[in-house]
């Protein structure tokens, strides 16, 4: 058990604000639900998503050091992101501010600009919702917290590709037993198996959903999240769980606009693995926000005698 | 053995005789398929130095096109056409021909980043895919992709106000590539929404679409930002000897 993840400092980021709102309110009852402490970053700003970078990475980094910076003046020394685009970018920023001098020059130029102290590497650690759960409350502790097992309901895991991508900015992964893999990423299985889920054989959980280019590029997006979803039926899943609103938003769009457009209907659910296990720990649907997912889940769960 | 990337041979390169006999033996019909030989002399020497000049495409000298990239990348599985490894091939000697056929899908790349974590020797191919796509939207080959105007669109926001406001992304967006905000499957979406979210959350949603979401004391960082765009830009047009930008008035 990692203590020093019990009050950590919390950057929900744009997407959580508008589309991804279920998430953090699934995310925020859950830790309320486990006693841990999320206290959100005073002024943060956007990370720069996936477009900010094609203008000028050093100046993802800096929105990204900004926010890290943020984080120090509030005195802490972990931040927890739970959006895969946001938690890339900061793990990105510090990566670049430790290796790349460049970057770390356009970080000084620009925050000397804004009038703020300019962040340095290594001061603050960026955690991911998962690890954040994971770390501090594990399989063990969710087990005995349990209230209303997922017992039978068959869940695909899907991480997508920021999570793991690329290897080299995430240190702390495949350092063996008890760390995440980049290759095959399990935290998410291991929480909900310990929720009672029985987690399906998912081949495709760090592919990806097209989401950089979800509206300019549809067709594309389209096909992708199609073969996530028919694939995910294939292996016998039911819902699959997400820790990422932007492949949440991608799959929810894309199974409709597949039917809409392709004519190809697919049944299974998706829910933010927050929302599965704020109802496994007894937590209501309408608390953990699955009303606003556009994925229409509440027959299963009813089915289920869920939230 | 399967050949491998086999949508590089092209049709029209292919020669097959239907009687062909050598040296005694038949090699009539697809026996004799065999690729024309052709001259290439129009070169351009400094494709791969301006390329490497734009963000993300430093690293493109390292590659020796073992094929990780294409091997992994998730758009050449729904398009053959899509080869990240052909195109660095072609870009580092100067092809720019041949690039210039498949110039209108380089911006399909997705930036899932299965390349740059495949590749062994830190090119950075995600990057060298979004430069590609750069230099040929400033070099005039092609117009600013939908993505494009969708990183466009989304980093003013960002840059203006140091937040985005997701609603505002997509109308803007939608008028920027003249697209209909219509479209059955979107109306589709929005039924679906407002039949089941409840209102203070419509409310919500309606509010942040009046009221921007801004970062407060963000002027400092804009001026900045906006500042470190404008030589970023001259430098780009400067690496490919391109007449500096008319300033707006």
Not at chain 1, 8 to 35: F, Q, W
Not at chain 1, 215 to 222: E, F
Not at chain 2, 133 to 155: C, I, N, Q, R, V
């Amino acid at each position: 058990m990692t203590e020093s993840y019990r009050r950590v400092a919390y950057y929900p980021g744009c997407a959580l604000e508008g589309t991804g709102h279920a998430y953090d309110r699934s995310t925020r009852a859950v830790g309320k639900a486990l006693g841990l402490e999320l206290v959100e970053l005073d002024n943060w700003n956007c990370c720069g998503a996936m477009e900010v970078k094609n203008v000028d990475p050093k100046l993802q980094t800096y929105l990204s050091a900004r926010n890290l910076a943020i984080a120090e003046k509030m005195g802490f020394s972990t931040v927890m992101a739970p959006c895969n685009g946001c938690y890339h970018n900061l793990k990105k920023a510090e990566y670049d501010l430790a290796n790349d001098p460049g970057s770390t020059a356009v970080n000084e130029r620009l925050s000397a600009k804004a009038g703020h102290a300019a962040y340095r590497s290594g001061k603050v650690a960026t955690i991911h919702a998962l690890d954040w759960i994971k770390q501090t409350i594990g399989e063990e502790g969710l087990k005995v917290r349990v209230k209303n097992s997922l017992a039978g309901l068959r869940i695909a895991n899907y991480y997508g590709c920021m999570y793991t991508r690329p290897r080299h900015i995430f240190p702390e992964k495949d350092k063996g037993t008890g760390s995440e893999s980049t290759a095959k990423p399990h935290f998410m299985d291991d929480l909900l198996a310990a929720a009672g889920a029985e987690c399906v054989e998912y081949p495709l959980k760090t592919a990806c959903c097209g989401g950089a280019h979800t509206l300019s590029d549809s067709d594309t997006s389209t096909k992708l999240v199609l073969n996530l979803l028919t694939t995910a039926e294939a292996c016998g899943a039911e819902v699959i769980a997400t820790e990422c609103p932007t492949c949440h938003t991608g799959l929810e769009m894309h199974q409709v606009r597949a039917e809409k457009v392709l004519g190809k209907k697919t049944s299974v659910k998706i829910l933010y693995f927050t929302q599965l296990l704020g109802m496994a720990l007894g937590l209501s649907r309408r608390r953990v926000g699955v009303q606003e997912n556009l994925s229409d889940a509440s027959a299963l769960l009813t089915a289920r005698r869920l939230g | 053995m399967p050949i491998h990337e086999k949508s590089l041979i092209r049709k029209e390169d292919l020669v097959t005789h239907e009687r062909l006999t050598l040296e005694g033996v038949d090699v009539s019909g697809d026996w004799s398929t065999f690729i024309q030989p052709r001259v290439l002399t129009n070169y351009n020497e400094r494709m791969e130095q301006e390329i490497a000049a734009l963000p993300g495409g430093e690293g493109i000298h390292r590659c020796w096109q073992c094929g990780s990239c294409t091997n992994s990348c998730t758009v050449n599985a729904i398009n053959p056409d899509f080869n990240p490894r052909y195109w660095i091939y072609l870009i580092r000697l100067g092809m720019e021909s041949e690039l210039l056929r498949d110039k209108d899908i380089v911006w399909q790349c997705v930036s899932c980043n299965k390349c740059t974590y495949a590749c062994p020797r830190d090119v950075n191919p995600e990057g060298v895919m979004k430069a590609t796509a750069h230099w040929l939207e400033l070099k005039g080959y092609t117009k600013p992709s939908p993505a494009a105007e969708f990183d466009a669109e989304f980093s003013e926001q960002v840059f203006a106000t140091g937040r985005i406001e997701e609603g505002r992304v997509l109308r803007n967006f939608f008028t920027r590539t003249g697209q209909k905000l219509n479209q059955p499957w979107l109306v589709a979406l929005v039924q679906g929404l407002v039949r089941r979210l409840p209102l203070g959350y419509l409310l919500r949603l309606g509010q942040a679409a009046v009221l921007r979401p801004r970062a407060r004391r963000w002027s400092g960082a804009r001026a900045g930002i906006e500042e470190y765009v404008r030589e970023r830009r001259a430098a780009d047009r400067r690496a490919l000897a391109l007449a500096p930008e008319e300033t707006e008035p």
